[in-house]
C-alpha cells in the first residue's frame, strides 16, 4: 500500500461529460502528480502541484484542469470528454517537507480508470 | 519526441536466471533514473534508484547500472522469481528546484517462467 489514495476506481461517462478524478496523497507528501496512461503507452506526465501552487506543466489538454486543496488532496477535472481520454489516471506523491530539495521516488495510487462511451 | 525508451516490450526468463531489463534516454538533462514495477489493476510500485553521479545501485536481488555516456541504464534481477512477473517502468527525471515530473519509458513486460 503506497498510501497514495485515487477515487473512484473505475468511471464509465460518455462523450461531453464532465468527470472529476480525486487523488490523497501521503500523509505529508506536498508535491502531487497526475500521469495518464493510456493503451500501450508509458505513463505521460499531465500536471504537478506543490503544496497548494501549480508547479509544472505536461501535456495537458485545455478541456482538463486540476487543483491542490489546502488540505493537500488534488482533483482533476475532465470536461467535454472525447472517446480518446479513455485511459488509466494515475496520481502520485513525493516530496515530504523534511526531504524537501533532493530527489524522491514517487508514489503511486492505484489509478482511476476511465472509459468514454 | 520519446526521451525515454524501452524498446523491448517483452522479456521471459526461466525461474533462478537473471533477468536484464534495458533503458536508453536521450536528454542530458536528466539526474536521476527509477525503475517502476507494475501489476495489473494497480498502481506502479517503486523498485530501485540510480542517481547520475553514480553507476551502479544495489538493492538486494535489484540493481541498477547506469552508463552516462551511452545514456543507458539497465535493470538486473538475480534470481528471477515468478512473482517478479510483471510490467517494468524505466523513468527519469532533471533536476530543479525540488522535485520535478517523471518521463516513463513504454515500459517491458517481463513473464518469469516457472
Known amino acids: 500500500d503506497s498510501g497514495v489514495t485515487q477515487t473512484p476506481k473505475h468511471l464509465i461517462t460518455a462523450t461531453g461529460q464532465r468527470v472529476t478524478l480525486r487523488c490523497s496523497p501521503r500523509?505529508?507528501?506536498?508535491?502531487v502528480y497526475w500521469y495518464q496512461q493510456s493503451l500501450d503507452q508509458g505513463l505521460q506526465f499531465l500536471i504537478q502541484?506543490?503544496?497548494?501552487?501549480?508547479?509544472a506543466k505536461g501535456n495537458i489538454l485545455e478541456r482538463f484542469s486540476a487543483q491542490q486543496f489546502p488540505d493537500l488532496h488534488s482533483e482533476l477535472n475532465l470536461s467535454s470528454l472525447e472517446l480518446g481520454d479513455s485511459a488509466l489516471y494515475f496520481c502520485?506523491?513525493?516530496?515530504?517537507?523534511?526531504?524537501?530539495?533532493?530527489?524522491?521516488?514517487?508514489?503511486f495510487g492505484p489509478g482511476t480508470r476511465l472509459t468514454v462511451l | 519526441d520519446q526521451q525515454v525508451k524501452q524498446n523491448s516490450p517483452s522479456l521471459s526468463v526461466q525461474e533462478g536466471r537473471i533477468s536484464i531489463l534495458n533503458c536508453d534516454y536521450t536528454?542530458?538533462?536528466?539526474?536521476?533514473f527509477l525503475w517502476y514495477k507494475k501489476y495489473p489493476a494497480e498502481g506502479p510500485t517503486f523498485l530501485i534508484s540510480?542517481?547520475?553521479?553514480?553507476d551502479k545501485n544495489e538493492d538486494g536481488r535489484f540493481t541498477v547500472f547506469l552508463n552516462k555516456s551511452a545514456k543507458h541504464l539497465s535493470l538486473h534481477i538475480v534470481p528471477s522469481q515468478p512473482g517478479d512477473s510483471a510490467v517494468y517502468f524505466c523513468?527519469?527525471?532533471?533536476?530543479?528546484?525540488?522535485?520535478?515530473?517523471?518521463?516513463f519509458g513504454k515500459g517491458t513486460r517481463l513473464s518469469v517462467i516457472a
Open positions: 502520485a506523491s513525493s516530496e515530504r517537507a523534511d526531504r524537501r530539495g533532493r530527489h524522491n521516488e514517487q508514489f
Open positions: 500523509s505529508g507528501d506536498l508535491s
Open positions: 502541484y506543490y503544496n497548494g501552487e501549480e508547479r
Open positions: 536528454n542530458s538533462m536528466f539526474d536521476y
Open positions: 540510480i542517481s547520475s553521479i553514480k
Open positions: 523513468a527519469a527525471s532533471r533536476r530543479g528546484s525540488g522535485n520535478t515530473p517523471l518521463v
